[in-house]
């Protein structure tokens, strides 16, 4: 049987997204998916793959527009598969101890893929980052990396199970 293929796509602006889409590949990988991490931006066509992860960064309480336009670009293809969503964006310990329900957009697009699971991770907003509102938040001294490596990984291995049905279990201890 041939391992399935896994697209993981993400809208970021200053790179964490990316990071927590680095982490779900990882864990993908690691449970015999075969699995491909590029940007929403730069994927043209999505017939290769049997499910798609898509994230976006949360910013003002709105996905990041390179997500939006993804789902928006590949919604018939992408309602022909399975579907996982996640979003980040608390820059505080929230995402980690609590389920955030999905901002009104993203929970309109879950609505509208017929997503099999939407979850809100915390963000990172660290120096360097681009935008004024981005650096005026840095200024306030809120910034500071609230990704929860543990939680990503075990949401990614509930996919893996969910995919291949015979996932081996977690050990990330």
């Known amino acids: 049987m041939t391992a399935q293929r896994v697209l993981i796509a993400y809208g970021t ?23 491909d991490v590029r ?32 789902a928006r670009r590949h919604r018939e293809a992408l309602a022909q598969r399975p579907v996982w969503l996640f979003s980040s964006g608390p820059l505080d310990a929230s995402a980690s101890e609590r389920d955030i ?45 609230f990704r929860d490596h543990e939680q990503i990984r075990a949401w990614a291995h509930g996919i893996a199970t969910r995919l291949s049905g015979s996932a081996q279990p977690a050990d990330h201890g």
């Open 39 to 70: 940007s929403a931006a730069s994927v043209r066509d999505i017939a290769a793959y049997d499910a798609v992860v898509l994230g976006g960064g949360l910013y003002a309480g709105r996905w990041q527009r390179d997500a939006t336009s993804f």
């Open 13 to 35: 602006k200053n790179g964490a997204t990316a990071g927590i889409a680095e982490w779900i590949a990882e864990e993908l990988r690691e449970q015999g998916l075969d699995t």
């Open 101 to 145: 329900p999905p901002a009104r957009g993203v929970s309109r697009i879950a609505d509208r893929l017929d997503a099999r699971d939407h979850v809100t991770f915390g963000g990172s907003l660290t120096e360097g980052a681009q935008g004024f509102i981005a650096r005026q938040i840095l200024k306030q001294g809120k910034g500071g990396d």
